[in-house]
């Protein structure tokens, strides 16, 4: 016991200590725990031999990460991906495996050698890819859903890849009944734990193993549409906060036991689960419940490759196995961006979707040891390949920002796209038509003026012509485009820019050209409020001021006020907000922070009193209307 909760300690000293380390340099929470895990194993030598077995514990935060990212997608979704799972993740697959498998025919190694080498190194990591996009916000990005369909096609590749790595063994029995999962338990040697296997499909023939597996996968599919909802009432009238989060556990863990029964992926099994479970009203206490679970045993999983890393073999030839990794990787990467390109994927989405599969990933290390286990592989080989893999995962977080840096310098290059040619001209001009853009688009355009509209992003102006809109590609801030669409004739200009410094240089520039054009600006901040004021915007529209002051007004409501008087009091709270914007603009200095602006502090509370007063003035005035 002593030494278990030693080792907890080591594990989680050094994830506290070294992520947010990581996080604050801009690294990533994934570089962070993978750091630790090479300080406290190779480096100091804290954690020993029970580190795989942890892994095997650690795993479970891959299983539920797709658990959760299953509740994410509708079936609907799901479909709609089929062309992406088969066409785009089946050719990475295939295509990978031959450029690898040609690789170690040049490099003297046998036909089947080559063939099981192509087929692991071919699959990525879909703890650290799914981990590292949702971190970073570019899982809904085109490169992100891309990157998860081949990663979802891989996760369900490694069930026919374990079937086939058997007949690669010259002279050995074929065991069809090879269970995935339950190699992992064993890793190297296929040794198992509790000294037995146990499998519903040991000794079964191939028709009995598809009567077996579609029955697994038919039970979770109607114990999540038919059992979930009576056992959570079950649950619910125990009225224990823990009795949830104790169900959450169970579904994962239980249906990854039943996929490991049939020789499935537990991670497949319990994405399968997530998506049966994506329309239910438990989705969300769901999610809620195992998100520290997935965080927490991910973060020890990327700390066990770490530590698990054989430093005295990596010593021994330490550039070659480095030269591997990057061959591997650039390999991969190769046909990564060809198939971008077919598939059609441009720009930050295709860099996005050929850096983040470029490494190796967990299940190599299951493949190869299951290689080795089958006498496909030599002991010297396989021991390098899991050297390999676990390199390139730890290069994989290098690429992330090398994306994050392409990224920056493809923003400031401005539109991919040659702007289309304007060919009419309006009495109102939008420009962006992100939110908020379409919604004053829409109320104009229903109350019958034209608009000409003008967005730099091909996507959104191809969303709206689907829905009937039209819309001109380029950038607004350019001065031949804005004279193209009217500027010299309009009466309105709608400044809707997401960028706060074009919106500034947009209308400026108008304000230059037309002193009698009016000008609406959509403003992010109270800061960018004072600048778009300078550069002559003639009326400002904070994003969330509007939506803000309605829900004040309903908060008025239901604390005992009347409907009149809590839309007075909205009226009078707007109406001195944008005299005292107008005051303190006239203060405001770009290069003083407010904080440090004594005369802009001093005006503030006196407005801030004056709106106390204005408001107590106003009820007055009510209380005598009503007496």
């Keep these: 016991?002593?030494?278990?909760?030693?080792?907890?300690?080591?594990?989680?000293?050094?994830?506290?200590?070294?992520?947010?380390?990581?996080?604050?340099?801009?690294?990533?929470?994934?570089?962070?725990?993978?750091?630790?895990?090479?300080?406290?194993?190779?480096?100091?030598?804290?954690?020993?031999?029970?580190?795989?077995?942890?892994?095997?514990?650690?795993?479970?935060?891959?299983?539920?990460?797709?658990?959760?990212?299953?509740?994410?997608?509708?079936?609907?979704?799901?479909?709609a991906m089929r062309h992406k799972l088969v066409g785009l993740g089946g050719a990475q697959i295939l295509f990978t495996t031959l450029v690898l498998m040609v690789a170690a025919l040049a490099l003297d190694r046998s036909w089947n050698e080559a063939i099981a080498i192509g087929l692991a190194l071919s699959l990525s990591s879909t703890a650290i890819v799914l981990q590292t996009l949702s971190e970073k916000g570019l899982m809904q990005t085109g490169g992100g859903r891309s990157a998860f369909s081949v990663l979802l096609t891989q996760d369900i590749a490694v069930i026919p890849i374990l079937a086939?790595?058997?007949?690669?063994?010259?002279?050995?029995?074929?065991?069809?009944?090879?269970?995935?999962?339950?190699?992992?338990?064993?890793?190297?040697?296929?040794?198992?734990?509790?000294?037995?296997?146990?499998?519903?499909?040991?000794?079964?023939?191939g028709w009995g193993v598809t009567l077996v597996t579609i029955g697994a996968i038919a039970f979770v599919i109607l114990a999540g549409v038919y059992l979930t909802r009576p056992v959570f009432r079950y649950i619910h009238a125990a009225r224990l906060r823990e009795m949830y989060t104790a169900l959450a556990l169970m579904i994962v863990v239980g249906i990854s036991f039943l996929m490991m029964l049939v020789g499935l992926s537990p991670a497949l099994g319990a994405f399968l689960a997530g998506v049966v479970l994506a329309n239910s009203e438990f989705r969300h206490e769901l999610e809620s419940d195992l998100e520290p679970f997935k965080g927490l045993f991910l973060g020890l999983f990327f700390i066990t490759v770490g530590a698990g890393i054989d430093y005295r073999a990596f010593l021994r030839d330490p550039l070659d196995l480095i030269g591997l990794a990057v061959l591997v990787m650039l390999a991969k990467g190769l046909v990564l961006y060809?198939?971008?390109?077919?598939?059609?994927?441009?720009?930050?989405?295709?860099?996005?979707?050929?850096?983040?599969?470029?490494?190796?990933?967990?299940?190599?290390?299951?493949?190869?040891?299951?290689?080795?286990?089958?006498?496909?592989?030599?002991?010297?080989?396989?021991?390098?390949?899991?050297?390999?893999?676990?390199?390139?995962?730890?290069?994989?977080?290098?690429?992330?920002?090398?994306?994050?840096?392409?990224?920056?310098?493809?923003?400031?290059?401005?539109?991919?796209?040659e702007p289309d040619e304007i060919d009419e001209e309006g009495p109102v001009i939008i420009a962006g038509i992100g939110r908020f853009g379409q919604i004053v688009n829409r109320l104009v355009q229903a109350s019958g003026f034209n608009t000409v509209v003008l967005d730099h992003d091909m996507e959104t102006i191809q969303l709206m012509r689907r829905f009937g809109f039209k819309g001109f590609l380029g950038d607004p801030t350019r001065p031949e485009l804005l004279k193209a669409a009217g500027l010299g004739t309009a009466r309105v200009l709608v400044v809707a820019l997401d960028d706060p410094d074009a919106a500034i240089r947009l209308v400026a520039y108008a304000r230059r050209e037309r002193s009698d054009l009016h000008i609406i600006a959509r403003a992010r901040d109270?800061?960018?409020?004072?600048?778009?004021?300078?550069?002559?915007?003639?009326?400002?529209?904070?994003?969330?001021?509007?939506?803000?002051?309605?829900?004040?007004?309903?908060?008025?409501?239901?604390?005992?006020?009347?409907?009149?008087?809590?839309?007075?009091?909205?009226?009078?709270?707007?109406?001195?907000?944008?005299?005292?914007?107008?005051?303190?603009?006239?203060?405001?200095?770009?290069?003083?922070?407010?904080?440090?602006n004594a005369a802009y502090i001093a005006r503030s509370q006196e407005l801030e009193k004056e709106l106390e007063l204005a408001l107590l003035n106003r009820e007055t005035e009510t209380d005598k209307k009503s007496a």
Aim: aromatic share 8%; charged share 20%.
């Design 164 to 205: 086939v790595l058997p007949l690669l063994a010259v002279g050995i029995p074929i065991q069809i009944s090879a269970n995935g999962a339950l190699v992992r338990e064993g890793e190297a040697h296929g040794d198992d734990h509790h000294g037995m296997t146990l499998s519903l499909v040991d000794g079964l023939p």
């Design 526 to 596: 109270r800061n960018h409020v004072y600048r778009l004021y300078r550069a002559g915007a003639d009326d400002i529209v904070r994003e969330m001021f509007d939506g803000s002051l309605r829900a004040g007004r309903y908060v008025l409501e239901n604390m005992g006020l009347s409907e009149y008087e809590a839309a007075e009091a909205e009226r009078t709270f707007y109406a001195h907000d944008r005299y005292a914007v107008r005051e303190l603009a006239e203060l405001w200095e770009p290069d003083i922070p407010a904080s440090e």
């Design 1 to 79: 016991m002593e030494t278990f909760l030693f080792q907890a300690s080591i594990y989680l000293a050094a994830a506290v200590i070294a992520v947010p380390i990581a996080a604050r340099l801009g690294l990533g929470s994934v570089l962070g725990y993978l750091a630790a895990g090479i300080i406290i194993g190779p480096v100091l030598g804290l954690v020993g031999s029970e580190t795989k077995d942890l892994q095997h514990v650690a795993e479970f935060g891959v299983v539920m990460m797709l658990f959760l990212i299953g509740l994410e997608l509708d079936p609907r979704a799901l479909w």
């Design 338 to 417: 060809c198939l971008g390109k077919i598939f059609k994927l441009k720009g930050r989405d295709q860099w996005l979707f050929t850096l983040g599969l470029a490494q190796a990933g967990e299940f190599g290390f299951v493949l190869i040891s299951f290689s080795l286990s089958q006498n496909v592989i030599p002991a010297d080989l396989a021991q390098k390949m899991l050297l390999v893999i676990a390199l390139s995962m730890l290069i994989t977080p290098l690429l992330f920002i090398a994306y994050e840096m392409l990224s920056r310098r493809m923003a400031d290059h401005g539109p991919q796209h």
